[in-house]
């Protein structure tokens, strides 16, 4: 007699490779990030109650600590969207991204511009305030034309 061999069929992999590798290298980014913030942000206190440290000095360091936390959330919707498509098959994120995207659309944001700018030449000088707010302020003024000049495409 014959026997006949009879293979099953391939099942369908429940890992999404690309998915897994994005999920990795962005939550290593927002570890790092996150890490280059705290360093930054513990030097600055550092530099303030030191004698021998400038504003200038001080002032960069919060300009690190102010783009440390921007790139880390700027990693969060995709570690979000990775871990659901590693978790399920479908992804659906529904009226979160239009809701979001609506308050923080780059076409209101460029109006803000010119006044980011202007708050930012006044907060340089004065001394008090310049450590504290230039690093929000520097984040703003480079991030709005770049998200501007994105959505013109």
Same mark, same amino acid.
């Given at each position: 007699?014959?026997?006949?061999?009879?293979?099953?069929?391939?099942?369908? #992999?429940?890992?999404?490779?690309?998915?897994? *590798?994005?999920? !990795?290298?962005?939550?290593?980014?927002? %570890?790092? =990030?996150?890490? @280059?913030?705290?360093?930054?942000?513990?030097?600055?206190?550092?530099?303030?109650?030191?004698?021998?440290?400038?504003?200038?000095?001080?002032?960069?360091?919060? #300009?690190?600590?102010?783009?440390?936390?921007? *790139?880390?959330? !700027?990693?969060?919707?995709?570690?979000? %969207?990775? =871990?659901?498509? @590693?978790?399920?098959?479908?992804?659906?994120?529904?009226?979160?991204?239009?809701?979001?995207?609506?308050?923080?659309?780059?076409?209101k944001l460029i109006w803000?511009?010119?006044?980011?700018?202007?708050?930012?030449?006044?907060?340089?000088?004065?001394?008090?305030?310049?450590?504290?707010?230039?690093? @929000?302020?520097?984040?703003?003024?480079?991030?709005?034309?770049?998200?501007?000049?994105?959505?013109?495409?």
């Open positions: 007699m014959i026997e006949q061999q009879v293979q099953a069929p391939p099942t369908k #992999s429940r890992s999404h490779w690309p998915s897994i *590798l994005v999920l !990795l290298n962005a939550v290593a980014g927002l %570890l790092f =990030f996150i890490g @280059v913030a705290g360093i930054s942000f513990l030097n600055g206190i550092i530099g303030l109650v030191s004698p021998e440290t400038g504003p200038n000095d001080v002032a960069r360091m919060f #300009s690190y600590t102010a783009a440390g936390v921007l *790139l880390s959330v !700027l990693l969060l919707p995709s570690i979000v %969207l990775a =871990f659901k498509r @590693v978790s399920s098959d479908r992804v659906s994120m529904g009226r979160v991204w239009e809701k979001a995207f609506s308050l923080l659309h780059p076409k803000f511009f010119p006044l980011i700018v202007l708050a930012g030449s006044w907060v340089n000088n004065q001394p008090p305030l310049n450590w504290l707010l230039m690093p @929000v302020l520097n984040v703003l003024s480079l991030s709005i034309p770049v998200a501007w000049l994105v959505w013109l495409g």
